[in-house]
């Protein structure tokens, strides 16, 4: 999957410049010349892997939208990296203590400018994989999670889900007990003997002490029971990918 | 320093001369109405206006190596930000006379 940068940045040659050479390296570029035009990229659609974010701009500056962003739950989880200016660097301090992951001086560098972008990438979190055949309720687990500003990626198959975890980063495994073609539970063993640090949380339809024993003692992380609130799923997995 | 720091520039866009190529023909268009910019809010004693409006100067000129002239785009924006715009007409012209020498200099090479 493509990883998708949001590049907000007033000054119309340093965003060419900054676009350009992200697109290069094959990035999925959006643009936006200003935090209101921001907002409309984020709302139509959340799901973006890195902000570069400008920080001196007129009317809402890029620090203002740095808080906004670390206090809104949808957003707060995406990597921001800051650009200024090199007299503004009191900003940086500013910027790194409300949560920006990096900074760069502008001009950018070709070269300093794609590291820091791929090192910030590096340590997003990552996706939520929930495996469900069911696709209203995949739907629903989607919505929800997805809410939490969480990117969710999702799949009904088991060889879906190596393919996945091979080709993407995964936070977390969300799946269902009861899988077309293989049960929940051998998934769990199997995900575990390959990725055994990654967290896997078990979805059940009905409660069963020696069920949930075997699953915990199988190494899943978490064991949820249908009916859930929104609230159980979503406390489990933001404690599990801290 | 230089009118047009073509090394710089090129580490910017990571040697892609066809990108650089690009941009400073889009300076050439456009630095007339930047210019302008910096020009009308001085003009108007706004200075919050000639802060961003030097501030988006500079930027420009920073990426694409004119060092020179973004000097005196980096001295209004700070005037502007200080709130201090006495004088600052001379600064101007300096930044207006060094932005013409760069497009006169990048006309080549945007060629």
């Known amino acids: 999957m493509t990883m998708r940068i949001l590049i907000v940045e007033d000054e119309p040659t340093s965003l060419r410049v900054e676009a350009s050479i992200l697109q290069k390296d094959g990035y999925e570029i959006s643009t936006a010349t200003d935090v ?152 769990l063993v199997r995900i575990k003997e390959k990725y055994p640090k990654l967290p896997v949380v078990l979805v059940a339809d009905s409660h069963s002490e020696r069920a949930r024993e075997e699953i915990i003692a199988a190494g899943a992380d978490s064991y949820l029971v249908k009916p859930f609130t929104n609230t159980d799923i979503t406390r489990r997995i933001a404690s599990l990918v801290k | 320093m230089l009118v047009f720091d073509s090394v710089q520039a090129l580490k910017t866009v990571d040697g892609d001369t066809k990108l650089l190529g690009n941009l400073l023909r889009l300076f050439v268009e456009e630095h007339e109405q930047l210019l302008s910019a910096v020009r009308e809010s001085i003009a108007a004693n706004d200075a919050e206006q000639v802060m961003f409006s030097a501030h988006r100067l500079k930027g420009a000129l920073r990426t694409l190596g004119a060092n020179r002239a973004s000097d005196f785009a980096e001295r209004l924006e700070l005037r502007g930000r200080e709130r201090q715009l006495d004088n600052v007409q001379s600064c101007f012209d300096s930044l207006e006379n060094e932005t013409r020498q760069f497009v006169r200099t990048i006309a080549d090479f945007s060629e």
């Open chain 1, 36 to 187: 209101r035009h921001a907002m409309t990229v984020l709302e139509n659609n959340p799901h973006v892997d890195l902000i570069v974010l400008d920080i001196m701009m007129p009317k809402v500056d890029g620090l203002q939208f740095l808080r906004y962003l670390k206090s809104t739950i949808r957003y707060s989880k995406i990597p921001v990296i800051m650009c200024t200016a090199l007299h503004d660097i009191s900003s940086v301090a500013k910027s790194l203590e409300h949560g920006a992951i990096d900074y760069i001086v502008k001009p950018v560098e070709a070269t300093v400018f794609k590291a820091k972008v791929a090192k910030a990438l590096e340590r997003g979190i990552g996706s939520v994989l929930i495996v469900c055949e069911d696709k209203v309720e995949m739907g629903i687990l989607v919505r929800t999670i997805d809410r939490e500003g969480f990117r969710c990626i999702s799949c009904a198959h088991d060889e879906d889900v190596w393919n996945i975890l091979e080709s993407q980063k995964i936070a977390i495994v969300v799946a269902e007990l009861l899988l077309p073609g293989i049960s929940g539970f051998e998934l």
